[in-house]
């Protein structure tokens, strides 16, 4: 993917967000996910239902490349089974860390490819699937 | 004015952070070297000419202190590791004996958190109440609102001479003889002031004050507690140790020393008072004056400039001070920050250690721009230019 596609990608993310605003609905369980290094913060709601994710939500302040990681990983996590869903999540952080992953599984994740060369916005691009991570253990 | 003597100036960074740190002159990076070079030793210990020499030195920074804020004895400056301990051995070592349950403070919700965070252990220790001084529209401090304030349990106001995130210089003098005719002690967070503006301690009858050096072209880790002697002579040590004791046989048989030693417990850190009263000096030869009134004057410029942007949002331009706050439309605070730093430019991004503020401003993360003598209107220009572009957003993402 050529970094101008993954630049539109990232941009249409952070202004238009995926699944961005709480429900009242009291099924989803909730949590939040802050940076303790810099001022990212979301609340996070999660539905599942027979081991599949049903919705993902999310609401917060953050910078571009944590909401638009956020909105791209609840668009590509609602649908999977729990186990479908950790492996995903698993796939995006070996990207990160620069180990080996399977690419295919990521789609469109795979926008943050190269987001290795830029330390300081690893935790950027990790916080809002991390909080993710978090729902669905507890959800297990 | 004067960026010769700023070696990181010469890498040609703009830097526009002083509100968090300032940048440090050669002379006090070279005091600090001369102290570790060439009498590295402890101060008030020994009997060789190195230790009285750093005994001399470090107390000629305590002299110099004095003078800067013109307090009455240099026994009136404790030196600490910055304001935050200033602040924390006033509320815990002073206003945790003297005050009772339900005795309120009063503070505002644009104070930093270590002007709010030690009132809010106390409330929770003792029972006392925080209360907030309501801000003006333009997020500043009217004697109206303090008077409003004030109620006949309130002991204390505790709040900074100029705000950190919207720089307004408050009208302390009014406020504190205000105070004092209810009998109220005052307060006050001079981190920002100290050194960029003049500050009189006499004049404005301060009771507490606390100072941070590296605000002021000092060296991190280093700062005062300043007090009017009955005040501080009644706080409670809270390390004991070497340096400020007399004499001790038993619990029941310990004399300490007198002020201010018995509130410096332990070897302190004698480079960073020797770099403090460096920064002093050199502060000195430029004059606060001339420092305070070419801050004023830049701060109109960066004003006028920042206006030829069209997606800005300026929070607080009627303010007079060093400090601005703004966003770009639809820009996140960090990502306005983050591109910036790709130009050499380096400002601050966030909630400036000020998380009650946005209850006042409606808006959370905002980027700052604090001025120091050495920015000039070129650092302004390359801030301007870097900022009408319209792809601030997509060339922050660094992809």
């Known amino acids: 993917m050529d970094n101008n596609l993954k630049r539109t990608i990232i941009l249409e993310n952070y202004e238009k967000p995926f699944h961005k605003g709480l429900t009242n609905d009291e099924s989803y369980i909730k949590g939040n996910k802050n940076s303790q290094t810099c001022i990212d913060n979301f609340d996070i709601q999660l539905k599942v239902n027979n081991n599949i994710i049903e919705d993902i ?23 999977k089974t729990i186990e479908e869903a950790l492996n995903i999540i698993e796939n995006y952080e070996k990207m990160i860390n620069e180990e080996e992953y399977d690419k295919d599984l990521l789609e469109e994740l795979i926008v943050y490819e190269d987001i290795y060369k830029q330390p300081s916005r690893k935790k950027c691009a990790t916080l809002g699937i991390e909080g993710i991570k978090d729902l669905i253990k507890n959800a297990k | ?36 070079t060439n009498y590295p030793s402890n101060a008030h210990r020994g009997d060789y000419k190195i230790s009285l020499k750093a005994s001399s030195e470090y107390e000629l920074a305590r002299e110099k202190l004095k003078d800067f804020i013109n307090a009455e004895t240099k026994e009136e400056i404790v030196f600490t ?47 006392i109440k925080v209360n907030y001084i309501p801000l003006t529209k333009d997020h500043t401090i009217s004697l109206e609102n303090v008077k409003n304030s004030i109620t006949d349990k309130t002991k204390v106001i505790s709040i900074a001479h100029i705000s950190n995130v919207i720089g307004d210089v408050r009208p302390l003098k009014e406020i504190i003889s205000y105070a004092h005719e209810k009998g109220i002690l005052v307060v006050v967070d001079a981190a920002q002031s100290v050194g960029h503006i003049n500050v009189d301690v006499k004049d404005l009858d301060i009771d507490f004050m606390a100072m941070s050096a590296h605000k002021m072209c000092g060296p991190t880790g280093i700062g005062a507690l300043y007090a009017k002697y009955d005040l501080l002579d009644k706080i409670k040590p809270y390390k ?12 029941k048989n310990i004399q300490y020393m007198d002020l201010p030693t018995k ?41 006028d400039r920042l206006k030829e942007i069209n997606n800005i949002n300026i929070y607080n331009e009627n303010i007079e001070g060093s400090t601005l706050t703004f966003n770009i439309d639809k820009v996140f605070a960090q990502d306005t920050a983050i ?24 808006i959370k ?9 050495y920015n000039n209107k070129e650092d ?17 993402i660094g992809i």
Not at chain 1, 57 to 79: Q, V, W
Not at chain 2, 240 to 250: E, K, L, P, Q, W
Not at chain 2, 263 to 280: C, D, M, P, R, Y
Not at chain 2, 287 to 303: C, F, P, R, S
Request: charged share 25%; glycine share 8%; with cysteine.
């Open chain 2, 1 to 36: 004015m004067n960026r010769e003597d700023f070696p990181i100036l010469e890498s040609g960074i703009v830097y526009f952070d002083n509100g968090a740190t300032t940048l440090k002159p050669k002379c006090v990076i070279d005091s600090m070297v001369d102290y570790y």
């Open chain 2, 263 to 303: 509130l410096e417990a332990g070897t302190q850190n004698i480079a960073g008072v020797i770099g403090f009263g460096k920064a002093i000096d050199y502060i000195n030869e430029i004059g606060i004056d001339n420092i305070e009134e070419y801050t004023d004057n830049l701060k109109k410029y960066l004003v």
């Open chain 1, 57 to 79: 939500r999310f609401d917060g302040e953050a910078c571009a490349i944590a909401t638009s990681s956020m909105s791209i990983s609840i668009s590509k996590l609602i649908g």
């Open chain 2, 240 to 251: 004991y140790g070497g340096g400020m004791n007399v004499a001790f046989t038993d619990p």
């Open chain 2, 380 to 396: 302004i220009d390359k801030l301007v230019d870097a900022l009408k572009n319209d792809k601030i957003l997509e060339e922050s």
């Open chain 2, 365 to 373: 993360n905002t980027v700052r721009v604090s001025l120091y003598f």
């Open chain 2, 339 to 362: 591109y910036l730093d790709k130009y050499n430019i380096c400002v601050r991004s966030g909630e400036h250690c000020a998380k009650k503020l946005d209850d006042e401003l409606g």
């Open chain 2, 81 to 127: 590791s910055g304001s935050t301990e200033s602040l924390n051995m006033i509320v815990n070592g002073y206003f945790k004996y003297f005050l009772k349950e339900n005795d309120e403070v009063l503070i505002t919700k644009a104070e930093h958190a270590s002007n709010i965070l030690p009132w809010y252990e106390l409330e929770n220790e003792i029972g």
